[in-house]
Structure formats: structure tokens, C-alpha cells
């Protein structure tokens, strides 16, 4: 075979991969993925425990400096207890795969939200990529909602402000508080989908 049409073969190749994974990730307003983690304890813990709630996933890796802002500044935290005082469940899922310098083994990750005094009902380990993977997370932190229907309400950034500076928070929209407010509240979320911002997942092969 010639090297041109080899080559042309291996991009059409790439591009039915990518078009692949774009269908299989989680769409606002379809039914969210089910998946089973196993936590920070090695407790096997699955979408289908919580059903009937309203559930946030929130991607996380300590290593980031996005992820740092909001934990340093105590943002995520508080997103996190306001979310906890409506009934809602959180869950944070590291995708980090094993091999990454910024992967963190369970009792490690556990110690660092301990650390941190968040308020996640589990931390999920993801090491394999799966989970994220099949809700498209593409950043740390990426944050999705899940209704009380278990169809996906909200996807995207914790807040308005797409920088590393813990300085921004304070002028800056946080859209799962609003998103959360809103489907308490019986309405219809008004900004369903914004684009993520932070570090890129750290999957099997990223730099």
C-alpha cells in the first residue's frame, strides 16, 4: 500500500474513533451513564445507589492548579456543603490513570480531601478511565448534574471565571449552584452547558 493512502486510511481511521467517542459521551438532557467505582475505601459505589437524587459529579486532580484554586480557596468545599444541606449527592471521581506522576493512590487521594475538609458523599477512583470516558470529562475540575429523572441537567464549569486565579471567585457565576437552584426549585436549568476549564484529564497515554 502506498504511504498516501495509508495515511489516509489512519486518519479516517482516527476520525471514526473520535466521532465514536464523541457519541458515547453524556449529552445534557439524556439519560446519565451508569457506571460503579470503588471509593477511596474500596467500596464499590454506582450511579444506580442513588436513584431518585439529584447527584453532582465532579472531576478532580489534586496536581492541577485550577483544581487548587478552588479547594485553597475553599469554593469547591462550600459548592459541595451547600449541595450536601439540599439532600444533594457529590461525587468526586479522579480519572487519573495509575501511571500519570499526578495520580494519587486511594488512601492518599482520601487524606487529601480529609485535608481539605471536603464534603464529597465518596471520592471515586477511576484509575482505568472508564467513567470519565463515558461522561466526556475532558478537564479538572469538570463538573456534571444529574436530576432526580437520572437524565444529565448540567454539564460543564463550576463558575463563569476560566482562570487559575482564586482571586476571580469571588465576581464569578457559579453555575452548579445556580443549575442546583434551579432544579430544586422545579424549574428548568437556564444555562445547561458551558465549556470546562482547567487542566486536561490525566487518561491512560496523557502528558
Known sequence: MKPAALLVMLMAAALA???????????VGSPAPA????DTQGRPVSL???????????????????????????NMQGT????????VVWLTINSTHAAHGDYRAPAQMASWMQGHQAAATATLMDADGKVGR??????????YVIDTFGKLAYA????????ANPADIAGATNHVNVALSELL??????????????????YDGAL
Not at 463515558?134 to 463538573?143: F, I, V
Request: aromatic share 8%.
Open 185 to 202: 426549585a422545579g424549574k428548568p436549568v437556564t444555562v445547561a452547558q458551558t465549556r470546562a476549564y482547567g487542566c486536561s484529564v490525566k
Open 134 to 143: 463515558a461522561y466526556g470529562a475532558r478537564t479538572t475540575p469538570h463538573l
Open 35 to 38: 457506571f460503579t467505582a470503588t
Open 156 to 163: 460543564g464549569a463550576i463558575d463563569s471565571k476560566a482562570t
Open 80 to 87: 459541595q456543603k451547600a449541595a450536601a444541606a439540599r439532600g
Open 48 to 74: 444506580a445507589d442513588y436513584k431518585g437524587k439529584t447527584v453532582v459529579l465532579e472531576w478532580v486532580n489534586p496536581g492541577c492548579p485550577y483544581v487548587q484554586k478552588h479547594y485553597g480557596a475553599g
Open 17 to 27: 474513533g473520535s466521532a465514536g467517542m464523541s457519541q458515547a459521551a453524556a449529552t
